[in-house]
T-cell receptor, first 115, second 115 residues
Framework: EPEVTQTPSHQVTQMGQEVILRCVPISNHLYFYWYRQILGQKVEFLVS????????KSEIFDDQFSVERPDGSNFTLKIRSTKLEDSAMYFCASSKADYSNQPQHFGDGTRLSIL | DQQVKQNSPSLSVQEGRISILNCDYT??????FLWYKKYPAEGPTFLISISSIKDKNEDGRFTVFLNKSAKHLSLHIVPSQPGDSAVYFC??????????????FGQGTILTVHP
């Protein structure tokens, strides 16, 4: 069964450094998402992406964050200057559509640790 | 963000019995509800969903019930198996507007099924 893949599984970065998290969504999916889960907290929405542009973003997704689909398969989340509070599990998800009851399918996540 | 709440942090059930996981929501604009299962070190796995036009959806051992007037949904697992032991997340999506598929998650319920 097709799945969303994320790399790396664990990223350790010094505060202030840039980090890029990578995702390969399911191939026939058109909508892409990033979520994060800080330890002990809920899974929270960061951003949705369709047709090469951001569809919606949360308050968390400030100027330090950006997303890109550099080619036909990858979908990346960049954090320009990481802070301690960016430490979390970051999940990528994709769906065939954002309507008509199409579920989002998630990758296994990247654990980001900021030192 | 308390729009989706799972009030039971944990549930313990004997193998073969029914597991009932509950979820409440406050936003009447939610039109699509999903249940995800999550094992440690993995991403959320889609289990079953229900549209707001239905009150029940069944898939094998899993049934989701939706009570719109009470803004409550539940997931029934019958019979429960030890492999069902995981964290279960309820999630909801808003209809229309500028919400392009954004999911709002509950806190999760840890289900333990004892042999």
């Amino acid at each position: 069964e097709p799945e969303v893949t994320q790399t790396p599984s664990h990223q350790v970065t010094q505060m202030g450094q840039e980090v890029i998290l990578r995702c390969v969504p399911i191939s026939n999916h058109l909508y892409f998402y990033w979520y994060r889960q800080i330890l002990g907290q809920k899974v929270e929405f960061l951003v949705s992406f369709y047709n090469n542009e951001i569809s919606e973003k949360s308050e968390i997704f400030d100027d330090q964050f950006s997303v890109e689909r550099p080619d036909g398969s990858n979908f990346t989340l960049k954090i320009r200057s990481t802070k301690l509070e960016d430490s979390a599990m970051y999940f990528c998800a994709s769906s065939k559509a954002d309507y008509s009851n199409q579920p989002q399918h998630f990758g296994d996540g990247t654990r980001l640790s900021i030192l | 963000d308390q729009q989706v709440k799972q009030n039971s942090p944990s549930l313990s059930v004997q193998e073969g019995r029914i597991s009932i996981l509950n979820c409440d929501y406050t936003n009447s604009m939610f039109d699509y509800f999903l249940w995800y299962k999550k094992y440690p070190a993995e991403g959320p796995t889609f289990l079953i969903s229900i549209s707001s036009i239905k009150d029940k959806n069944e898939d094998g051992r899993f049934t989701v019930f939706l009570n719109k007037s009470a803004k409550h949904l539940s997931l029934h697992i019958v019979p429960s198996q030890p492999g069902d032991s995981a964290v279960y997340f309820c999630a909801a999506r808003r209809a229309g507007g500028t919400s392009y598929g954004k999911l709002t998650f509950g806190q999760g319920t840890i289900l333990t099924v004892h042999p």
